[in-house]
Structure formats: structure tokens, C-alpha cells
């Protein structure tokens, strides 16, 4: 595990007016050509959580916590600001070599796992014992 830091951090999505909904939308932007329209997913965010540590990144519906595990997983790469796995910067790191497990919303959970045996997957894969992958959990 790695401690894991991010130092100002953005993402923002250009969108058609059309398909975004004032209730999902954050603060505008302009994006780098000068068009309004930009939503900011992420916005200057500074975090670090330290090597070892279990976090829960919680909050409502389109308020960035998606899209700051995909930038930590290197499954978004379209970001401004600096991202470190202890002081390693993730910018040029492929997705497969980082060794992030994410447990996505709804349509990849396991069904056949409860909630505590699609948190505890990631655990096995990565060897970790399980009185250790249930005390983080737990803790979780």
C-alpha cells in the first residue's frame, strides 16, 4: 500500500446544455477555449490518506466521489493537478499497475455477494487476510 495524495486536483465534463439537469449540476466553468458550459467534477481538491489507512469517500448524487477513485485508479486521466501514491506521481501509471480495487456502483457489484462480500473481494484478490480485510471493513 502507498500512502495516497492529491494536490490540486480538477476534472472538469463539457456537456450540452441539453443533457445536463440544473439539479446535477455543479459550478461553471469556462473550459481552455474560452466556452462556457464546463462542470466541475473536482475542484482544486487536496487529500491525503495515509499508507494503511481504510476511508470512505461519502456524499450526494454527482459530487465528485466517482470521479476522484476513477482519477486514483488511472480510470479517468483527463485531470489537472498532481497525484501521488507516496511520492511516485501517478500521471504516466496505467490503470493495471496501480492496484486500486474499486467496488463500482449498482451494475458491477457482485449479486451474488451481500455488501460486505463486495468490499471483502478486493481483499482476497490482493492476498490480504480476512480478519484484516473485516477489521478494515468494519472500520470502513
Known sequence: MATIRFEGVSRRFTASTSS??????GRNFDDENGASGAVAALDNVHLTIPNGQTMAI???????????????????GEYTGN??????????????????????????LYPHF???????FFFRVRKIADAEAEERIRIT
Open 20 to 25: 445536463l439537469r440544473p439539479a446535477d449540476m
Open 58 to 76: 461519502v456524499g450526494p448524487s454527482g459530487c465528485g466521489k466517482s470521479t476522484l477513485l476513477r482519477v486514483a485508479a488511472g480510470l479517468d
Open 83 to 108: 497525484l501521488y501514491f507516496d511520492d511516485r506521481p501517478m500521471q504516466d501509471v496505467p490503470a493495471k499497475d496501480r492496484h486500486i480495487g474499486m467496488v463500482f456502483q449498482n451494475y458491477a
Open 114 to 120: 451481500e455488501g460486505q462480500g463486495n468490499l471483502s
